[in-house]
Each structure stands twice: as C-alpha cells, then as structure tokens.
Nanobody
C-alpha cells in the first residue's frame, strides 16, 4: 500500500508563505485524485485543494488566488504553495491520496500563522 508523509509546516507571520510537500511511498502517476485537507483548532477537517491525474485543480473559495496545488510525478510528490497567509489558515494540514490500490492519509503537518 502507498503511504504519505507531509513536511514543510511551521510558524509564519501573516502575509508570509510556506510550501508543503507530500511524499508518496509509491507512484502517483495513476492516482485518481490527491488532495490537501486542513483542520483548525476547534474546527472540522475541511478540503482545501485537489488535483487529478490529468492535472485538473480545485480549491476551496477561502484559498483561491493564494494557494496552489501541484504534483511532480517523477518525485512522487504533491505540493501546496501557500502565499499571503492569514491567521485563519492556522491548522494541521493533511495530505490525502486516492490510489488504484488504496486510499491514504498522511500524519499531518502544523501550520501556524501568527505575528
């Protein structure tokens, strides 16, 4: 089964940027979809962005124009570039993959936006 490991979280000031990475233990070439979710303090987990096998992307309205999801099939890695970060973006960010053989979640990476 394919497993996922996120990295790149941390503390950033409002207006700053971070890039999250999600490394898969197997090929992402044949994915159905990969996604980033987040769960803020006292909130339910929400879908942030998705990318399909053919590269189609979708975003939740609150991050449109600020976040970009991308993938590198050669590196089996999905990214989330986050710009113009706001305090309300503070959350644990999770990577999700819908693979032909299994569905997988990463362990999560903390993003804190604070001055």
């Amino acid at each position: 089964q394919v497993q996922l490991v996120e990295s790149g979280g941390g503390l950033v000031q409002p207006g700053g940027s971070l890039r999250l990475s999600c490394a898969a233990s197997g090929s992402i070439f044949s994915i159905n979809v990969m996604a980033w979710y987040r769960q803020g303090p006292g909130k339910q987990r929400e879908l942030v962005a998705t990318i399909t096998r053919d590269g189609r992307r979708n975003y939740v309205d609150s991050v449109k124009g600020r976040f970009t999801i991308s993938k590198d099939n050669a590196k089996n890695t999905v990214y989330l570039q986050m710009n113009s970060l706001k305090p309300e973006d503070t959350a644990v960010y999770y990577c999700y993959g819908d693979f032909p053989i299994n569905r997988a979640w990463g362990q999560g990476t903390q993003v804190t936006v604070s001055s």
